[in-house]
């Protein structure tokens, strides 16, 4: 069975990121070989420190590696509602979502709706969500760079977005984006979320996920 890997969390120039009193609630992926650091450490935990703040160069580089995500002949389809704790996008981001995800998701330094566009000009877009999935999964690896941690919900009111930003018909909100500073797990309160938040990640095995000579005949037995 080949090794396991669970590299410290490095930036590029070799230095740890600082962190908060979280050590326990890493959870670093367990892969057969090394991977990029951003995504071997990229998970999606629920409890944020609600005193850290996200800054505007923070947001800036995150919507940026949003933006340069690829797409379908380059037709762009993702765009992003954003807020910042204590200003109106992020209040009205907070109330459209389901309660069981505004519970934790206020304590978040930033809260983002992931809107894909489903025609331009010449006409519909094709595979809009899937432009926009790329585009979402490039900003939360951006946020496990910059020592933040995100998390992506379906929970939430698309009409209560389409409603409270004035949202042309061609444009569907279709996920839900918490970034923030990392916490301990015990600022959930809640036990069942606590226990949540600290159970291990699991993922299939290789060998039910990619296939070589036909369905179920694996890559990597």
């Known amino acids: 069975m080949p090794p396991k890997y669970s590299e410290p969390f490095r930036r590029s120039d070799g230095e740890h990121y600082a962190r908060t009193t979280v ?16 995504i071997a450490e990229r998970w999606s935990p629920r409890a944020f ?7 505007g160069p923070q947001l800036t580089a995150l919507l940026e590696a949003a933006r340069w995500a690829p797409s379908f002949g380059n037709t762009q389809p993702a765009r992003y509602l954003a807020g910042r704790r204590g200003d109106r996008a992020f209040t009205l981001i907070l109330e459209a979502l389901n309660p069981g995800n505004q519970a934790w998701a206020f304590r978040a330094s930033a809260l983002l709706i992931g809107v894909m566009v489903t025609a331009n000009e ?3 877009i094709p595979y809009a969500e899937y432009g926009l999935g790329m585009a979402s999964e490039n900003l939360v690896l951006q946020a ?10 379906a929970g939430f009111s698309a009409e209560a977005v389409r409603s ?13 984006i918490a970034v923030g500073t990392l916490a301990d797990a015990s600022v959930l309160e809640d036990e069942r ?25 694996p890559v990597f037995p």
């Open 23 to 38: 050590r326990s609630v890493r959870k670093t992926a367990e892969t057969s070989v090394p991977l990029t650091p951003a």
């Open 122 to 124: 010449k006409g519909d």
């Open 164 to 176: 409270s930003f004035g949202l042309p018909e061609h444009a569907v909100p279709r996920i839900a």
């Open 144 to 153: 496990v760079e910059l020592g933040l941690v995100a998390h992506q919900m």
């Open 193 to 217: 979320r606590i226990q949540r938040e600290l159970a291990p990640r699991h993922r299939l095995p290789l060998s039910e996920f990619a296939f070589g000579d036909g369905w179920g005949d």
């Open 49 to 55: 420190d609600a005193a850290a703040e996200l800054t």
